[in-house]
């Protein structure tokens, strides 16, 4: 569609030179957009016209249809373009942006998501913003906002600073200077109010629409572990199963949406995101070593199996996502009628039908369609068709490579081949974790060339970060623009690396980056991490991530992290910045432990203790360490760090290796006896 500006037509407009999918599908709009940059602030400045800042990202549903509706009808370009610089940005390019953005509008309406739009003056401030608007009344705002700006620009600027004086206090925290001391009272009543809100029949929390939020149930594992909590065990245990069960699920080929609609699980938006699928594989291998369970296994398997078949790049690194929509329908690549299944399956139709509930008339609000969701277990399956359990599975997984072949053959959705430092590092995590407990060396050697990936194409020499890959352009030949979370996730994932791997390059990649995380992005005077780097862009507020949402938020993984680190190397300072972090938070964790349970686990392992398990092998005994290390990982023991060598290359190794492999557990700066078996140490754990 051409650009029209003026009695001019253009074929594109500025977003045509964007790397972001998200940006070039808005290449061919009739509006006149700006990526965020110089060139479009200072136009604000120099005409005196609003800033209408459009916000999304490219798997979003509701962006393609408000793009549909609005910014390509050449009608509504034509107000947005004569009364408004207008910029699109790409929420996971510039979460900074979104960030403040999203923070004005939740204040101004109380509810927040995408596509976001907020209405600015020529410097930025908001006075106006909101999330999907009908055309006619987008067009309608639009002429009633730049009239309110004409006639009343005071009230326009007052109300600019009440608003960006709020963006400013939104998610901050006070600086609490004295250490409290924490006991199991202090998580049990978080858990207690917490516990009001499990959906005891669907599993999850609340009512629809219902998201994964994978750290509330890692949280919630190691509480019903620790805690012995039998009553929240079983929530886990139901919404595990309900989510793997559900419509959610990519039952053909893998993978987890981004939410469900309703609140059975059943109807997804159909988006599959890499951030949520690192992150679940994560809690379904963890959840495994808890309890185990066939079904977390082969969710495991199966989401590692999409991740590396449709999201990993030939260079080793993960795009970010997969669209909702194929052919401008949403979901049209993954449901599927009654007829063509039984024409596909013939006389194994009526099993597969019955076992994913597919009908005539269709399962959902898409008549004769049906979204793939489970209800019954195998067994009870196995006993309605006489069959044997093995006949049933080798029936259903027969027929589903058979639905696969024939479902790749449909017109996919999109793919957002953006790779991003942070979602990568929550992949990586998974991996470790996934490897850690299946002791599955295909995971593992994926995980290293992620890892390769990353090290060779987003870390600087000085070990500044890189957000986003660029094909072809060198890390260290560019001026590192990243974000806290970016620090943070990546510092997790090569905790966990080394942790299953012993090799000491990639713990020390995680201490470097911590040290580059403390030194750009730290603020000892509120005691917390900003989002954005101190040499970065200056936007209107400079703001702390806290609350945990569908990811941890930075300042927990940090804490979490900087724990660990303080562990391994014995460095105080990354200890006092950690403690710092979660006094700063204990008191906001009470009301409402679900935005805050990454920052839950972390008080939890404060109260319970960290182990620290040392392997010191006899010189050379690689092998050894690497059986141990595996024999000890049967166990569930969530508040541990491990580490192992045949060299005194960490304090806990130091003058411990001679010519007899030893296990020495520690805790609270005291160690046990060495021991020689895995049962020994074990025993000390338990003791």
């Keep these: 569609m051409p650009l029209y500006i003026g009695k001019h037509y253009l074929p594109m407009n500025r977003l045509a030179n964007s790397s972001s999918p998200y940006l070039l599908q808005h290449a061919n709009n009739p509006v006149d957009w700006y990526p965020w940059g110089n060139e479009a602030l200072q136009k604000a400045k120099d005409e005196n016209k609003l800033i209408l800042v459009s916000i999304g990202y490219s798997a979003c549903h509701w962006c393609h249809v408000m793009e549909h509706e609005s910014f390509e009808d050449e009608g509504v370009a034509a107000v947005m373009n004569e009364y408004f610089v207008c910029i699109k940005v790409d929420r996971e390019e510039r979460p900074d942006v979104d960030q403040i953005y999203m923070s004005a509008v939740q204040l101004m309406t109380g509810r927040g998501g995408w596509p976001l739009n907020c209405i600015c003056l020529p410097d930025q401030r908001p006075i106006y913003g909101g999330t999907y608007f009908p055309k006619n009344d987008w067009t309608s705002l639009l002429f009633n906002l730049a009239d309110f700006y004409k006639q009343k620009p005071q009230e326009a600027e007052e109300y600019a600073v009440r608003l960006t004086d709020g963006i400013k206090q939104y998610e901050s925290v006070n600086l609490i200077t004295e250490q409290p001391e924490y006991s199991r009272k202090d998580v049990e009543v978080i858990v207690a109010n917490w516990k009001k809100q499990f959906d005891l029949t669907e599993g999850g929390t609340g009512r629809a629409p219902k998201f994964p939020m994978p750290n509330n149930w890692h949280f919630l594992v190691r509480y019903a572990h620790l805690m012995q909590d039998e009553s929240v065990a079983l929530a886990v245990k139901l919404t595990l199963q309900k989510m793997a069960f559900g419509g959610i699920y990519d039952h053909i080929g893998g993978g987890f949406a981004r939410y469900s609609v309703d609140a059975r699980w059943h109807v997804p938006h159909f988006e599959k995101m890499l951030y949520d699928n690192g992150q679940l594989i994560s809690l379904y291998a963890e959840a495994y070593a808890w309890q185990p369970n066939r079904l977390y296994h082969e969710v495991v398997n199966e989401t590692i199996a999409f991740a590396e078949r449709e999201l990993l790049s030939p260079e080793g690194g993960f795009y970010s996502a997969l669209d909702a929509d194929s052919e401008g329908v949403e979901g049209k690549f993954y449901i599927f009628n009654k007829a ?109 060339k992620n890892a390769d990936f990353i090290k060779q194409n987003l870390i600087t020499p000085d070990y500044r970060l890189v957000r986003i890959y660029t094909p072809g352009a060198n890390a260290g030949g560019r001026k590192p623009v990243a974000f806290l979370d970016d620090y943070a996730n990546l510092i997790e994932a090569f905790i966990a690396l080394y942790e299953v791997t012993f090799r000491m390059e990639w713990l020390e990649q995680a201490k470097e980056l911590a040290r580059q995380a403390i030194q750009h992005y730290y603020s000892a005077e509120e005691g917390m991490f900003f989002y954005t780097a101190a040499d970065d862009e ?113 304090p806990l190794l130091e003058g411990r290796i001679d010519d007899e492999s030893r296990i020495y557990i520690c805790k609270d700066k005291t160690c046990g006896l060495p021991v020689t078996t895995v049962a020994d140490a074990i025993k000390q754990i338990k003791a």
Excluded at 371 to 395: G, I, W
Excluded at 590 to 601: L, P
Excluded at 607 to 634: F, K, S
């Design 340 to 448: 063509e299944i039984d024409q596909l399956l013939g006389d194994d139709a009526p099993l597969f039908d019955a076992y994913y509930h597919i009908t005539e008339s269709g399962n959902w609000e898409e008549e004769e369609t049906n979204v793939l969701y489970r209800k019954e277990s195998d067994e009870l399956v196995a006993r309605q068709f006489n069959l044997t359990l093995a006949e049933l599975k080798s029936s259903i997984s027969n027929s589903r490579e058979k639905v696969f072949a024939y479902r790749s053959q449909r017109i996919r959705p999109g793919l957002d081949n953006k790779i991003l430092t942070s979602w990568n590092g929550l992949m990586l995590k998974g991996l470790c974790e996934a490897y850690r407990v299946f002791d599955a060396d295909r995971y593992l050697q994926l995980a290293l």
């Design 538 to 650: 200056q936007l209107i507020a400079r703001k702390t991530e806290i609350m945990d949402g569908v990811i941890s938020s930075s300042n927990s993984v940090m804490a979490m992290n900087l724990k660990k680190l303080s562990l391994f190397y014995t460095d105080s300072s990354f200890e006092q910045i950690a403690a710092q972090l979660l006094r700063n938070l204990m008191p906001y964790m009470v009301k409402y432990g679900s935005a805050y349970s990454n920052w839950a686990s972390v008080l939890l392992y404060e109260i319970t203790g960290m182990y620290e398990v040392a392997i010191a092998a006899a010189t050379p005994a690689a092998g050894i360490v690497q059986d141990l290390r595996t024999e000890i990982e049967q166990h569930y023991i969530p508040n541990k760090i491990i580490l192992g060598g045949s060299e005194e290359n960490l």
